[in-house]
């Protein structure tokens, strides 16, 4: 089994546990026993599970249960400290079927098993894909969910803070453009107060090569070389995620709002077609309980767990429950299919002239780590403000800056035979549904108004290399009907050979970055995939050895599309054929967007916040 990042952290984290507690009056506990129902139950307590239920329960006639399968975090550093990020407790242990694209390697799956879902535990990237990403989703079926729709959701949900040492803006190329980001929002967005300086050189290359550096990356054109916001409160330069954001304060306080922690939803239950509730199990004695919804059912459970808790309650393809001998409620092929994630090369470089300091030191040089430390401590400055393992600094190429072949790989695309793709015997709506995907991808793949590589550096010696609009699709599938085991999860990573292509073209294009008179500055040497392998035959085989399946953004397993074309849910987000069942997080993407996802399911979760609403005259 392969580790998708690094593990390590050397330093010492602090923890301060339990003092928040006393404050959370609307945590399901003794004290405040669980209701026999409530107007709505969110299933998950992640980015998308905590922002609908805070909008649902702002009005007070309003009670709303979310169940989480994890817990609260309560002061630890390893989650707010950026630079002492350690994740290690906040995820599921998962680990995915072998990946036939890569070489039959399996891969730990990146999904936060804690209160705040994986904004408590990932890099802090708060950026937005460029407009067509969006415009797609209408183009599927889906009128409302443009780029025009979405950015007023996208402003909502921030609190955006522009640097204040404009010297250092200056310095660093940082661009922003006030009127595109939000400064009512509850999830706080900023930049770091610390660079290392090697990104100058990073930028100067770029610029060199004719890549540009846009005026504002969230303004609806995501392409160039640019520094992004993070998820940083720039009050104490802290990580806000969607429990801060939230869910503490004043939300914790809510009487109409209870939090239930450490359960896992089983099932959902439903009367007919209709969702009356659910079943869920105690992460520690075991013990089965249920609660009935008045009003709906709101399913938060990321993509790898909403389908998995639609398909035990007998809602997903017809033959997969069949065979299993779960009742089925609605045969619904589609869900659990168009798995979307970003495959990425964490190519490999050592810079023989790095300059100083660098992230390196952080691990390599002890009286620079603790000197760090001490300045964040003291003045809330320094290295570890920038999110560990991460950085802010990338450039999102569109496919005809990165090779001039682009024409030939779309051509060559458009001649493949989609069925080859899929299983024999799967759902003729789902083959549908990916031709014209397909024909949309490709048409993204031809403007340079979007993205589909992106190429990270923070001066360290890793440069992550992204596909971001994959062709390959994936599963998510139960092989039990056990609730507390894991699903079948298969990226199916490279199975359509032209995102080894495209990856092939990535790996050339980096290197020409390198050979620039401002990366060679550095001295750099490049040692993954290796600078002996030259030949795309080579780097063919490279790429399926080293290459893993995830930029930890799994989406897309509960599309919203047509069921004619493998939907599951449509525009309204209600699951089709159901009544008073929707689905509000990352699986409900029918395109994955070519950005970081965190900032768009916070935009999701406020525009279904608004839809419930709306539905129910709230």
Same mark, same amino acid.
């Given at each position: 089994?392969?580790?998708?990042?690094?593990?390590?952290?050397?330093?010492?984290?602090?923890?301060?546990?339990?003092?928040?507690?006393?404050?959370?009056?609307?945590?399901?506990?003794?004290?405040?026993?669980?209701?026999?129902?409530?107007?709505?139950?969110?299933?998950?307590?992640?980015?998308?599970?905590?922002?609908?239920?805070?909008?649902?329960?702002?009005?007070?006639?309003? &009670?709303?249960?979310?169940?989480?399968?994890?817990?609260?975090?309560?002061?630890?550093?390893?989650?707010?400290?950026?630079?002492?990020?350690?994740?290690?407790?906040?995820?599921?242990?998962?680990?995915?079927?072998?990946?036939?694209?890569?070489?039959?390697?399996?891969?730990?799956?990146?999904?936060?098993?804690?209160?705040?879902?994986?904004?408590?535990?990932?890099?802090?990237?708060?950026?937005?894909?460029?407009?067509?990403?969006?415009?797609?989703?209408?183009?599927?079926?889906?009128?409302?969910?443009?780029?025009?729709?979405?950015?007023?959701?996208?402003?909502?949900?921030?609190?955006?803070?522009?640097?204040?040492?404009?010297?250092?803006?200056?310095?660093?190329?940082?661009?922003?453009?006030?009127?595109?980001?939000?400064?009512?929002?509850?999830?706080? &967005?900023?930049?770091?107060?610390?660079?290392?300086?090697?990104?100058?050189?990073?930028?100067?290359?770029?610029?060199?090569?004719? %890549?540009?550096?846009? &005026?504002?990356?969230?303004?609806?054109?995501?392409?160039?070389?640019?520094?992004?916001?993070? &998820?940083?409160?720039?009050?104490?330069?802290?990580?806000?995620?969607?429990?801060?954001?939230?869910?503490?304060?004043?939300?914790?306080?809510?009487?109409?709002?209870?939090?239930?922690?450490?359960?896992?939803?089983?099932?959902?239950?439903?009367?007919?077609?209709?969702? @009356?509730?659910?079943?869920?199990?105690?992460?520690?004695?075991?013990?089965?309980?249920?609660?009935?919804?008045?009003?709906?059912?709101?399913?938060?459970?990321?993509?790898?767990?909403?389908?998995?808790?639609?398909?035990?309650?007998?809602?997903?393809?017809?033959?997969?429950?069949?065979?299993?001998?779960?009742?089925?409620?609605?045969?619904?092929?589609?869900?659990?299919?168009?798995?979307?994630?970003?495959?990425?090369?964490?190519?490999?470089?050592?810079?023989?002239?790095?300059?100083?300091?660098?992230?390196?030191?952080?691990?390599?040089?002890?009286?620079?780590?603790?000197?760090?430390?001490?300045?964040?401590?003291?003045?809330?400055?320094?290295?570890?403000?920038?999110?560990?393992?991460?950085?802010?600094? %990338?450039?999102?190429?569109?496919?005809?800056?990165?090779? #001039?072949?682009?024409?030939?790989?779309?051509?060559?695309?458009?001649?493949?035979?989609?069925?080859?793709?899929?299983?024999?015997?799967?759902?003729?709506?789902?083959?549908?549904?990916?031709?014209?995907?397909?024909?949309?991808?490709?048409?993204?793949?031809?403007?340079?108004?979007?993205?589909?590589?992106?190429?990270?550096?923070?001066?360290?010696?890793?440069?992550?290399?992204?596909?971001?609009?994959?062709?390959?699709?994936?599963?998510?599938?139960?092989?039990?009907?056990?609730?507390?085991?894991?699903?079948?999860?298969?990226?199916? #990573?490279?199975?359509?050979?032209?995102?080894?292509?495209?990856?092939?073209?990535?790996?050339?294009?980096?290197?020409?970055?390198?050979?620039?008179?401002?990366?060679?500055?550095?001295?750099?040497?490049?040692?993954?995939?290796?600078?002996?392998?030259?030949?795309?035959?080579?780097?063919?085989?490279?790429?399926?050895?080293?290459?893993?399946?995830?930029?930890?953004?799994?989406?897309?397993?509960?599309?919203?599309?047509?069921?004619?074309?493998?939907?599951?849910?449509?525009?309204?987000?209600?699951?089709?054929?159901?009544?008073?069942?929707?689905?509000?997080?990352? @699986?409900?993407?029918?395109?994955?967007?070519?950005?970081?996802?965190?900032?768009?399911?916070?935009?999701?979760?406020?525009? #279904?916040?608004?839809?419930?609403?709306?539905?129910?005259?709230?």
């Amino acid at each position: 089994m392969r580790f998708l990042l690094p593990f390590w952290l050397t330093l010492t984290v602090e923890l301060v546990h339990g003092a928040a507690f006393a404050r959370r009056a609307n945590l399901v506990g003794p004290d405040n026993p669980l209701k026999s129902s409530y107007d709505f139950i969110v299933v998950g307590g992640g980015t998308s599970g905590l922002t609908v239920a805070d909008r649902l329960t702002e009005n007070p006639r309003t &009670s709303v249960l979310v169940v989480e399968y994890g817990y609260l975090v309560d002061g630890d550093d390893a989650v707010l400290v950026p630079g002492l990020l350690n994740y290690t407790r906040y995820v599921y242990n998962i680990t995915s079927v072998p990946q036939r694209g890569l070489d039959n390697h399996t891969f730990t799956v990146p999904a936060g098993a804690v209160v705040g879902g994986g904004t408590a535990v990932n890099g802090m990237f708060f950026d937005r894909g460029s407009a067509p990403d969006y415009d797609a989703w209408v183009k599927l079926g889906n009128p409302g969910w443009g780029w025009k729709d979405l950015l007023p959701y996208f402003k909502k949900s921030e609190n955006f803070t522009p640097p204040t040492v404009k010297a250092f803006s200056d310095e660093y190329d940082l661009r922003w453009d006030e009127s595109v980001h939000g400064s009512e929002g509850e999830v706080q &967005s900023s930049y770091p107060v610390y660079q290392y300086p090697a990104v100058k050189n990073y930028f100067r290359a770029w610029h060199s090569l004719g %890549v540009e550096t846009p &005026s504002d990356p969230g303004n609806g054109n995501a392409t160039g070389v640019f520094w992004g916001p993070s &998820s940083l409160d720039p009050k104490d330069e802290t990580r806000s995620f969607s429990q801060s954001a939230h869910y503490d304060g004043a939300p914790s306080k809510r009487p109409n709002y209870h939090l239930l922690t450490g359960h896992s939803v089983s099932q959902i239950t439903f009367n007919g077609r209709t969702a @009356s509730g659910v079943k869920f199990i105690s992460r520690e004695t075991k013990k089965s309980s249920a609660v009935k919804a008045k009003k709906e059912v709101v399913l938060a459970a990321g993509a790898a767990f909403s389908p998995q808790i639609l398909q035990l309650s007998g809602v997903g393809p017809a033959s997969l429950l069949e065979n299993l001998g779960i009742k089925l409620v609605v045969d619904l092929p589609g869900v659990g299919q168009n798995f979307q994630d970003q495959p990425t090369l964490y190519t490999g470089y050592e810079f023989k002239n790095n300059l100083v300091p660098n992230p390196g030191m952080l691990q390599s040089d002890k009286t620079f780590a603790e000197e760090q430390l001490a300045l964040y401590r003291t003045k809330r400055q320094g290295a570890y403000t920038i999110c560990a393992n991460s950085g802010n600094t %990338v450039s999102f190429l569109p496919l005809p800056v990165v090779t #001039a072949s682009f024409r030939s790989i779309i051509k060559f695309a458009k001649s493949q035979y989609v069925k080859v793709f899929y299983p024999t015997d799967v759902h003729s709506s789902i083959t549908a549904g990916y031709e014209l995907q397909r024909q949309l991808i490709l048409d993204l793949y031809a403007t340079t108004d979007t993205a589909v590589i992106e190429n990270g550096f923070n001066g360290g010696a890793s440069f992550p290399l992204t596909l971001l609009r994959p062709l390959s699709r994936g599963t998510v599938l139960i092989n039990t009907t056990d609730s507390l085991q894991p699903p079948r999860i298969d990226w199916g #990573a490279f199975t359509n050979s032209m995102d080894v292509e495209i990856m092939i073209a990535a790996v050339r294009k980096q290197r020409e970055l390198v050979a620039t008179k401002a990366m060679m500055e550095l001295g750099p040497v490049e040692l993954a995939p290796g600078a002996n392998l030259t030949s795309d035959e080579q780097l063919r085989t490279a790429l399926r050895q080293q290459v893993v399946p995830t930029y930890s953004h799994l989406c897309s397993t509960c599309s919203m599309m047509k069921r004619e074309y493998g939907g599951v849910v449509g525009p309204d987000l209600k699951v089709y054929d159901l009544d008073r069942l929707s689905v509000v997080d990352a @699986s409900i993407m029918p395109l994955i967007p070519s950005t970081h996802t965190s900032a768009t399911v916070y935009a999701v979760a406020e525009k #279904a916040a608004d839809i419930i609403k709306a539905r129910h005259r709230l």
